[in-house]
């Protein structure tokens, strides 16, 4: 299983960037994928998660900023972030696995990670 993440950047404070997350070996109709973040001396911190089911999870600082959505006929998740602020920078990771209902925000509970995009919101 591989994960390919792509689509971050430099971007002013209000402004909107779309991460991809490519899938390979491994089908979006099963498992987990989710979006994890790690700024400069933090750890690494749950963003949102998209369930087999189609079901979404979000960090509350995102919330009603990000949104997560996949397509499975290309097996990409898409994270679409809007109104970006300067606490949202950070390299931004997604990763896959199957967590049980309760630990879907949980970092060990995802096997397979891509490489990270950075994300760099200006003030």
């Known amino acids: 299983v591989q994960l390919q993440a792509s689509g971050g950047g430099l971007v002013q404070a209000g402004g909107s960037l779309r991460l991809s997350c490519q899938v390979s070996?491994?089908?979006?109709?099963?498992?987990?994928v989710a979006w994890f973040r790690q700024a400069p001396e933090k750890e690494r911190d749950f963003v949102t998660a998209?369930?087999?089911?189609?079901?979404?999870y979000y960090a509350d600082s995102v919330k009603d900023r990000f949104t997560v959505s996949r397509d499975n006929a290309r097996n990409t998740v898409f994270l679409q972030m809007n109104n970006l602020k300067p606490e949202d920078t950070a390299v931004y990771y997604c990763?896959?696995?199957?967590?049980?209902?309760?630990?879907?925000?949980?970092?060990?509970?995802?096997?397979?990670w891509g490489q990270g995009t950075q994300v760099t919101v200006s003030s």
């Open positions: 070996g491994r089908t979006l109709r099963s498992g987990t």
């Open positions: 990763a896959a696995g199957n967590p049980i209902l309760s630990q879907t925000r949980v970092e060990s509970s995802y096997n397979y």
């Open positions: 998209i369930r087999y089911n189609g079901y979404e």
